[in-house]
Every structure is written in structure tokens, then in C-alpha cells.
T-cell receptor, first 110, second 116 residues
């Protein structure tokens, strides 16, 4: 069946460091892909998405490019802030449902 | 718009008790889903619905029932609570995807359930 695999955490960075969180998917066809973010004590919010190969999603300084060749959708940010500390989930649209990765916890210190 | 609302925010149950987690959305979304979130497991799909009167099972449906009598509401019923159902439960909704497209899924704030 369809599945999403993302880098296990936790990831601990200093402010202004470069961030990469890896995500790969296995699916029939080429599903839309998403990154969601969950801040402490809250529900999930959409961070960015891409609906087809070579699409680049971007928001709040975060970027991810849909790579069909490597079935990947890695999340990147050039300079993280303390306020980026959260749990990040990669997800793929599998038919009528979204399939989520296990989440990656990011902690950024000043 | 209130978006997706869930009640209660916190609940403690004893083993064997039953209860209903409420979920409502005011965005006229056709698709609604229930997930549970456990440490190290990410979000796992319990049940979902593609419209009023239509529901289906997700990855972990055992011990849970759902119904969808209206577009707005999608309650989740725990039939006989077990400690393994201690978790954070999230309800979500989104528009029906169009061909070649997709829509953002909106999440409620969650219900933290403890079964003792």
C-alpha cells in the first residue's frame, strides 16, 4: 500500500542553521504531497504542498520540491528560528485519504 | 468560520466505558476523517467519510464506530474503552479533490483521551 517515510528525529539546531528533513513516498501513481506543522498543544496546519512532479511548494521560508525520479519531497529552510520549533509531518494523498509520516520533531535554540 | 471544532478537549474514561467524541465543520467540506496520534507513530487514520451517509475504515478502525448523518458532523464513538485507546484524537476535513488537484486538509485542535 501507499506509505510515507520521513527522517526520524529529534533534530536539534542552533538559530540560523540550515534545515533539511527528508521525506520519501511509495504510492501507485504520483500523489499530491504535503508538509504539515504541529506547534505544541495544537492541531496540524498545512505548511506547503505540491501537486505534480517538479512543483516547488514554499511558505514562511520553507521549501520542498516534488522529485518524481527519487520519489522525494524533502523540506528545507535556509535559516531556522526558535519559533520554528515544532513537529513536522510529511503526507501524501492516497485516494480519498491523506497518509502521514511519523513526524520529525525540530528544536531550535538561540 | 469556526473551521473544525472538537469536543471535549480532555477526557478520562475507565476501561469498558463508552463515549462519543464530537467533530463539526462549517466549511461545507465533503471529506472528513478521524486520526489518532501516538508518540513515535505519527497520525493513523481511524475512519473517514466522503459525504453524508458514506463512511469507510482507515488503518486502525477496531474499537471505533462512526456515522455521518449531516455534512457538518462526524462523531467518533468508542464502544468499550481500552487503555490502548489512550491517545490524542484529531478530526479533519477538506473539499473533495478535483481531477489533478487537491485541497488543504483542516484539522481540529484535538481531544486528549486517557483510559485508565
Amino acid at each position: 500500500g501507499d506509505s510515507v517515510t520521513q527522517m526520524e528525529g529529534p533534530v536539534t539546531l542552533s538559530e540560523e542553521a540550515f534545515l533539511t528533513i527528508n521525506c520519501t513516498y511509495t504510492a501507485t501513481g504520483y500523489p499530491s504531497l504535503f508538509w504539515y506543522v504541529q506547534y505544541p498543544g495544537e492541531g496540524l496546519q498545512l505548511l506547503l504542498k505540491a501537486t505534480k512532479a517538479d512543483d516547488k511548494g514554499s511558505n514562511k521560508g520553507f521549501e520542498a520540491t516534488y522529485r518524481k525520479e527519487t520519489t522525494s519531497f524533502h523540506l528545507e529552510k535556509g535559516s531556522v528560528q526558535v519559533s520554528d520549533s515544532a513537529v513536522y509531518f510529511c503526507a501524501g494523498q492516497a485516494g480519498t485519504a491523506l497518509i502521514f509520516g511519523k513526524g520529525t520533531t525540530l528544536s531550535v535554540s538561540s | 468560520n469556526a473551521g473544525v471544532t472538537q469536543t471535549p478537549k480532555f477526557q478520562v474514561l475507565k476501561t469498558g466505558q463508552s463515549m462519543t467524541l464530537q467533530c463539526a465543520q462549517d466549511m461545507n467540506h465533503e471529506y472528513m476523517s478521524w486520526y489518532r496520534q501516538d508518540p513515535g507513530m505519527g497520525l493513523r487514520l481511524i475512519h473517514y467519510s466522503v459525504g453524508a451517509g458514506i463512511t469507510d475504515q482507515g488503518e486502525v478502525p477496531n474499537g471505533y464506530n462512526v456515522s455521518r448523518s449531516t455534512t457538518e458532523d462526524f462523531p467518533l464513538r468508542l464502544l468499550s474503552a481500552a487503555p490502548s485507546q489512550t491517545s490524542v484524537y484529531f478530526c479533519a476535513s477538506r473539499q473533495k479533490p478535483t481531477s489533478g488537484g487537491s485541497y488543504e486538509q483542516y484539522f481540529g485542535p484535538g481531544t486528549r483521551l486517557t483510559v485508565t
